[in-house]
């Protein structure tokens, strides 16, 4: 009988026992992201193992590594918040020295990649090292206890962005790093969403396998810092693909007149309403009272579509 | 044979990394460091070292690259100074605490407001809680031999700590002197590869590394820095004893000039130690009893020599390019603790002198000498005493 090989590794990197929420989404990330890579490495290099972590502090270091315990099986390091691009091109240089094959994930969140860890993720994509950076985005400083981040969306309640007599929320339009990433010239650049997360996994994959730099911008809810009910964050994650509210693209080299899309619809119309994707959040509960910010957060959705080539339809 | 050249301090300390060839370099320009990485670049253009070279967008990412090479389980190294070293701050405490060999070496120069890019030693001395070692050089030649130095006594398993070297800017970065270069050969037996005693980010045997440390675990973590530095107290004079061997250059941890007799001695560090011998020299044939002390070595402090050097003054002047705002510069502040519970206890006195690059005349020196003088005879005095002040712009 023919056994059919599984779509996704059964090999485990991220163990169980880390201290993450239930449903968290970024725990997600990082047993997929660890299981892609592998599967990348082995195909590439013989050798399923052929990878090591630089972790920015954040979330999902702190819930994995409370010493003496870790929840890691591969080689790991974590350094400071702004520096994971810096320390990951450390160890990519080292390795090279070393003559050792194989290639490095960065990871951070989008705090310690959108705003503190900018320049660091910068400097690794222009120096073209052979780095994964992976950021999964949550949104906000949900390790601090959910402050807005500059990839905050438009709308959204935080600690630092709250709905008040004269505030809607966060009022600034998103920043999509993964645009920038790409204005670097990177070899592979993504975006993905724990909602689908064969994508996700191809995706990972894919820049596991290129030579030089790559960056996956993967949108990963959290529990507590969404509102969200904990079985509801891959559902949330799926919508926000699905109402057109989360892009997913592909920009090889910085081509952006070759932008690849995802799970786009062919007449460019979403089926499913925004409105779907924001109610079941209590960060975004309080737009409801606010029918034009939520009409401000479809423009500008609509937006970064337009910036991105494709004229869109949101419900 | 070692082959003697005419170079500036920062092309030393270039040629300190050449011979100790480390397999990382990541930089990034500052004043007046900047040779430094410069020199590194030719001498890897010429195909004369073979080292990856980081050319980093900040201080930041270059000591956290450093940081990630030699945690990776590489020798690891880098320049910088000034603005340069306060930016890696965080860092540094980070490379102490994971136990990193890594080495600097910093062109001493002042911090900023005002901007300024002449020497003092604040940079460096607001960096000695880090848990880095510290040396000073007084010349060129000082600066290469104590790279090396830092290198083997970082590496050393009993310390496992990082090491930065100053020198001072301008007065010894941008100045030639002749320098003598060790035989490679005899610095690859002296230095060895680094071969980290763990296995460092390999996949065949994955650990965690910068984990979170709970109260129940981070003191006993934070006491391993404490004891290793105490340990390097002894592998430092150990590693010169074997330096002077191989090499026939001596180093101590305060070095001693006509202190025998003297009642006054004036302890400093890095280049200002050569204008004190000149100033003694000149001082004994007026027949003053003074002595000079160097301290080639400040983190781990030297307890013991200090309190040798202290036992034969009446008046211990230091003369620091430091000043922690507040209480007085950092190394009389250090002394005191040295000094604290010691039955007999000269007259210990501070001078803040040549900040920001402001010359240190032998006018200067008279000044702290005649200070020092009427402390001697019993005439009550400053404690901490700037020197050299414009007192007609303040």
Sequence with gaps: MAV????ITTREYWAPGHAACAGCGPAIVMKLATKAFSEAMEEKYGDPNAFAIAHATGCMEVVSAVFPYTAWKAPWIHVAFENAAAAASGVEAAWKKLGRKGKILAIGGDGGTADIGLQALSGMLERRHNVVYLMYDNEAYMNTGIQRSSSTPYGAWTTTSPPGKYSIGEDKPKKWVALIAAAHQAPYVATASIGD???????????????????????????????????????????????????????????????????FPKDGKFKKPIEDYLKIQGRFKHLFKRPEAIQELKNQIKEVWRILGKEVELL | ????????????????????????????????????????????????????????????????????????????????????????????????????????????????????????????????????????????????????????????????????????????????????????????????????????????????????????????VRYTVWEAMENARQVIKEVFDEFEKKFGRRYYMIEEYKTDDAEIILLT??????????????????????????????????????????????????????????????????????????????????????????????????????????????????????????????
């Excluded at chain 2, 980081?54 to 690891?76: D, L, P, Q, T, W």
Aim: charge should be negative; include cysteine.
């Design chain 1, 4 to 7: 059919r090989k599984p779509p």
């Design chain 1, 197 to 263: 997360p064969y994508d996700f996994y191809r995706k990972m994959k894919k820049a596991a396998s290129v030579d030089g730099p790559a960056f996956v911008q993967v949108l990963a809810p959290c529990v507590p810092g969404w509102r969200i009910p904990s079985e509801k964050t891959v559902e949330i994650a799926r919508l926000a693909i699905e109402s057109g509210l989360w892009p997913l693209f592909e920009i090889e080299n910085g081509d952006f007149y070759n932008i690849k899309f995802q799970r």
């Design chain 2, 1 to 220: 044979m070692p082959m003697r050249k005419v170079m500036k301090c920062n092309e030393a300390a270039a040629w300190a990394a050449k011979l100790a060839k480390p397999k990382v370099v990541a930089a990034f320009p500052i004043t007046p460091s900047t040779l430094v990485p410069e020199k590194i670049s030719e001498f890897i253009a010429d195909g004369e070292m073979d080292a990856e070279f980081i050319k980093v967008e900040s201080e930041h990412s270059a000591i956290s690259a450093c940081v990630g090479a030699s945690a990776a389980g590489v020798r690891a190294f880098t320049a910088t100074a000034s603005q340069g070293l306060a930016l890696m701050h965080e860092v540094l405490f980070i490379a102490a605490g994971m136990r990193l060999p890594i080495v600097i070496a910093i062109g001493n120069r002042s911090l900023s407001a005002p901007i300024n890019i002449w020497n003092d030693w604040q940079d460096s001395i607001s960096e000695r809680d880090t848990g880095w070692m510290q040396f000073y050089a007084e010349n060129n030649q000082e600066a290469l031999d104590l790279i090396l130095i830092a290198f083997k006594v970082a590496e050393n398993e009993r310390v496992l700590l990082p090491a930065m070297v100053g020198f001072d800017a301008f007065i010894l970065t941008h100045t030639v002197e002749p320098v003598e270069i060790p035989d490679q050969e005899v610095v690859d037996e002296f230095l060895g590869e680094y071969v980290p005693k763990h296995a460092y980010l390999d996949p065949a045997k994955p650990i965690t590394q910068g984990a979170l440390g709970f109260p129940a675990h981070y003191m006993e």
């Design chain 2, 269 to 394: 560090m890095g280049s200002l130690a050569g204008t004190l011998k000149d100033f003694v020299d000149k001082k004994r044939e007026e027949g003053v009893k003074i002595g000079a002390a160097k301290m080639t070595v400040y983190r781990p402090f030297p307890i013991e020599e200090f309190r040798a050097l202290a036992k034969k003054a009446k008046v211990l002047a230091i003369l620091e390019k430091d000043i922690s705002f507040g209480i007085s510069g950092a190394v009389f502040a250090d002394a005191g603790r040295v000094l604290v519970n010691e039955k007999e206890k000269p007259i210990l006195l501070d001078f803040i002198i040549g900040l920001g690059g402001r010359d240190v005349t032998f006018e200067n020196l008279e000044e702290v000498v005649e200070i020092s003088k009427k402390a001697l005879v019993g005439e009550k005095v400053e404690e901490v005493n700037w020197i050299g002040l414009r007192k007609e712009i303040l």
